[in-house]
């Protein structure tokens, strides 16, 4: 089975800081792919960054970088100088290469972060 | 491109009614998915389809039901609502053979079932 743990329902963290947002995955699947997505107050949801299971290097976007560690099966979310604007619902999701199932993703219960001036 | 479309924003039913949420996407996409969001759930895929004809259950199924006639679109059915179905919805869709198959999401369809 395939399973998201977010073991942090909230989290704290003050301006210009860095945070790190826990993600443990569980597949039995060698070829998977993992995203951490951004939902705001106004409830759409955005997508930061992705992460492939045979990837070298881990991901990085602009201020989010994912630390991908792959034999403890953890995509953990690292956001530098945290802005206000980063306060929100973050969630991890995995999707599992395999057949019909590469159109859909497993979630995560999400991480409500608050960046604090 | 719009994207994602989603229609209603928002609808309140009562128990029993039926409804069709709509979802649209213009970007040629052959996976779409719906999810629905609780309060501490995260999201949970009712239904799911890889292309035109073909579709799939998901996690929830139950009280859902999904046809997918067009590249284009893939309208959720609700039979008769129950309270148990308040929920924000969201479409989603992604394109085969792109590099992390990423998941466009809709703004969402808040409907509370009284």
């Known amino acids: 089975a395939q399973k998201i743990t977010q073991t942090q329902p909230g989290m704290f963290v003050q301006e210009k800081e860095a945070v790190t947002l826990d993600c443990t995955y569980d597949?039995?699947?060698?070829?998977?792919?993992l995203f951490w997505y951004k939902q705001p107050s106004s409830g759409e949801m955005i997508f930061l960054i992705y992460?492939?299971?045979?990837?070298?290097q881990n991901a990085t976007e602009g201020r989010y970088s994912l630390n991908f560690q792959k034999a403890r099966k953890s995509a953990n979310l690292v956001i530098s100088a945290s802005q206000l604007g980063d306060s929100a619902m973050y969630f991890c999701?995995?999707?599992?290469?395999?057949?019909?199932?590469?159109?859909?993703?497993?979630f995560g219960r999400g991480t409500q972060l608050t960046v604090w001036p | 491109n719009a994207g994602v479309t989603q229609t209603p924003k928002f609808q309140v039913l009562k128990t029993g009614q039926s409804m069709t949420l709509q979802c649209a996407q213009d970007?040629?996409?052959?996976?779409m998915s719906w999810y629905r969001q609780d309060p501490g759930m995260g999201l949970r895929l009712i239904h799911y389809?890889?292309?035109?004809?073909?579709?799939d259950q998901g996690e929830v199924p139950n009280g859902y039901n999904v046809s997918r006639s067009t590249t284009e679109d893939f309208p959720l059915r609700l039979l008769s609502a129950a309270p148990s179905q308040t929920s924000v919805y969201f479409c989603?869709?992604?394109?085969?053979?792109?590099?992390?198959?990423?998941?466009?999401f809709g703004p969402g369809t808040r409907l509370t079932v009284t």
């Open positions: 999701a995995m999707r599992v290469d395999r057949g019909s199932t590469l159109g859909r993703l497993y």
């Open positions: 989603a869709s992604s394109h085969r053979g792109s590099y992390s198959y990423e998941q466009y």
């Open positions: 597949t039995s699947d060698p070829s998977y792919g």
């Open positions: 992460q492939g299971s045979y990837d070298q």
């Open positions: 389809s890889v292309g035109a004809g073909i579709t």
């Open positions: 970007m040629n996409h052959e996976y």
